[in-house]
């Protein structure tokens, strides 16, 4: 006897499961909790099978008797129904994980493993968001440079230049993951080279007089700021390391009696371990602010209550915008001055003064160098001329604060 919307929608559930029938092997099965699915028996190569259609109410009587239907008509060409939806189910999943949001999802994921830090995860996130609301939902395999392009030119057409340079780098590396994992087979954005506007390029604002800038350590001294964001300043100004690598610092990072501090790979600009030789001002200045901080795992915790991106804010590091914003109201406009820019006043500074090679200043701002032997090598036979230059470069700082006499540098004969 066949259903009916009405028998189907009053169909009580018992102890054991029910299986009411339609006819020509349609089955509403009825569980003990009451779950109502569709099931289709039907013989294939002279063995029984079932096909399950789908849950009642999303699948109704009406739409279950054709999918019946369907089957049957496929079943009388001579393929099996079941193995039809298998197939189906299986291209349909293998779909959705090749899309280009998938592969970026898991070529995050790897990058989380392989320990990236938060702020460089986030910094991708940010930029493949860009991308997809164009091509997010494409199979990765099928989006043309054409797409990619769109995706590109909108950000463009924002006037954001250097983030749509990053996000041509980032999208093609989520094309080259696919590759890599055989989901697809070319890069279209190696065909972009060259179709976007350069962006402009923006120097780092600092300051490299002597007399001015021992005029900011002065501001820095006389800050009535935060304690942390006051050290993080002087830090920067005796250590000169980028503002990222010092605000994400751990103690755990740092060997006070060895005066050293070792930044891990994953920190790093090139991924590469980086030590630095700390002054007696430093190690002081550190362990003052130990004092402070020392009982939890960051130097310079950021304040405040409430959450951030599922994080409490006291577990989270003060911004660079913390750094930054301190200069202003200190009166340093961001084309005077930078958190970055210490490491540009160093730069200048220790270059000019002629008494440093030119190897271990390039060491001490951590530029790596391109062939292997050489960084080697350098590696090791700069850190004693490192370690004095880290002292001789506080007691030069501690002059230009207190006022000293400002003594031009003459060049150093080559």
Same mark, same amino acid.
């Given at each position: 006897?066949?259903?009916?919307? !009405?028998?189907?929608? %009053? @169909?009580?559930?018992?102890?054991?499961?029910?299986?009411?029938?339609?006819?020509?092997?349609?089955?509403?099965?009825?569980?003990? /909790? &009451?779950?109502?699915?569709?099931?289709?028996?039907?013989?294939?190569?002279?063995?029984?099978?079932?096909?399950?259609?789908?849950?009642?109410?999303?699948?109704?009587?009406?739409?279950?008797?054709?999918?019946?239907?369907?089957?049957?008509?496929?079943? @009388?060409?001579?393929? #099996?129904?079941?193995?039809?939806?298998?197939?189906?189910?299986?291209?349909?999943?293998?779909?959705?994980?090749? %899309?280009?949001?998938?592969?970026? #999802?898991?070529?995050?994921?790897?990058?989380?493993?392989?320990? +990236?830090?938060?702020?460089?995860?986030?910094?991708?996130?940010?930029?493949?968001?860009?991308?997809?609301? $164009?091509?997010?939902?494409?199979?990765?395999?099928?989006?043309?440079?054409?797409?990619?392009?769109?995706?590109?030119?909108? !950000?463009?057409?924002?006037?954001?230049?250097?983030?749509?340079?990053?996000? +041509?780098?980032?999208?093609?590396? !989520?094309?080259? =993951?696919?590759?890599?994992?055989?989901?697809?087979?070319?890069?279209?954005?190696? *065909?972009?080279?060259?179709?976007?506007?350069?962006?402009? $390029?923006?120097?780092?604002?600092?300051?490299?007089?002597?007399?001015?800038?021992?005029?900011?350590?002065?501001?820095?001294?006389?800050?009535?700021?935060?304690?942390?964001?006051?050290?993080?300043?002087?830090?920067?100004?005796?250590?000169?390391?980028?503002?990222?690598?010092?605000?994400?610092?751990?103690?755990?990072?740092?060997?006070?009696?060895?005066? !050293?501090? /070792?930044?891990? @790979?994953?920190?790093?600009?090139?991924?590469?371990?980086?030590?630095?030789?700390?002054?007696?001002?430093? /190690?002081?200045?550190?362990?003052?602010?130990?004092?402070?901080?020392?009982? &939890?795992?960051? $130097?310079?915790?950021?304040?405040?209550?409430?959450?951030?991106?599922?994080?409490?804010?006291?577990?989270?590091?003060?911004?660079?915008?913390?750094?930054?914003?301190?200069?202003?109201?200190?009166?340093?406009?961001?084309?005077?001055?930078?958190?970055?820019?210490?490491?540009?006043?160093?730069?200048?500074?220790?270059?000019?003064?002629?008494?440093?090679?030119?190897?271990?200043?390039?060491?001490?701002?951590?530029?790596?160098?391109?062939? #292997?032997?050489?960084? *080697?090598?350098?590696?090791? @036979?700069?850190?004693?001329?490192?370690? +004095?230059?880290?002292?001789?470069? *506080?007691?030069?700082?501690?002059?230009? +604060?207190?006022?000293?006499?400002?003594?031009? =540098?003459?060049?150093?004969?080559?």
């Amino acid at each position: 006897m066949s259903l009916s919307d !009405v028998k189907i929608r %009053t @169909a009580k559930a018992t102890a054991t499961m029910q299986k009411l029938s339609d006819g020509e092997g349609l089955q509403l099965w009825i569980s003990p /909790v &009451g779950g109502k699915a569709w099931k289709l028996a039907y013989r294939f190569g002279g063995k029984q099978k079932k096909l399950s259609l789908g849950n009642y109410p999303d699948i109704s009587l009406q739409r279950a008797r054709e999918l019946r239907a369907d089957a049957k008509r496929t079943l @009388a060409e001579g393929r #099996d129904s079941g193995e039809l939806r298998r197939i189906e189910k299986l291209t349909a999943g293998n779909a959705s994980a090749n %899309t280009f949001n998938a592969v970026a #999802d898991e070529l995050l994921e790897r990058k989380r493993r392989e320990g +990236r830090t938060e702020n460089t995860i986030e910094k991708i996130v940010w930029i493949l968001d860009f991308a997809r609301p $164009v091509i997010g939902e494409r199979p990765i395999s099928e989006i043309t440079a054409a797409e990619v392009l769109q995706a590109l030119r909108a !950000v463009e057409a924002r006037g954001r230049l250097e983030t749509a340079r990053r996000m +041509r780098s980032v999208v093609g590396e !989520v094309f080259r =993951f696919a590759i890599a994992t055989a989901r697809a087979t070319n890069d279209p954005t190696f *065909a972009l080279r060259g179709a976007l506007m350069p962006p402009k $390029v923006q120097h780092r604002a600092a300051l490299v007089a002597p007399a001015d800038f021992g005029a900011l350590l002065r501001a820095i001294d006389g800050f009535n700021g935060q304690p942390t964001t006051t050290a993080a300043l002087k830090l920067l100004a005796l250590l000169f390391p980028r503002p990222g690598e010092l605000r994400l610092a751990e103690w755990q990072e740092f060997n006070l009696p060895d005066a !050293v501090w /070792v930044i891990p @790979a994953a920190r790093t600009k090139m991924r590469r371990e980086h030590r630095v030789p700390l002054s007696k001002q430093a /190690v002081g200045l550190l362990r003052e602010l130990h004092a402070i901080t020392g009982r &939890g795992k960051l $130097v310079f915790p950021g304040y405040g209550v409430g959450s951030r991106a599922g994080k409490p804010i006291e577990q989270r590091p003060i911004s660079e915008n913390t750094l930054n914003g301190a200069l202003r109201r200190m009166g340093y406009g961001q084309d005077e001055m930078t958190a970055h820019g210490f490491r540009s006043t160093a730069s200048t500074l220790l270059n000019e003064c002629g008494l440093w090679s030119a190897d271990a200043i390039e060491r001490a701002l951590a530029h790596v160098e391109q062939d #292997d032997v050489r960084k *080697a090598y350098n590696r090791a @036979a700069h850190w004693d001329e490192r370690v +004095r230059m880290a002292q001789w470069w *506080a007691d030069h700082l501690d002059s230009l +604060r207190d006022g000293a006499q400002v003594i031009e =540098f003459k060049p150093a004969r080559a």
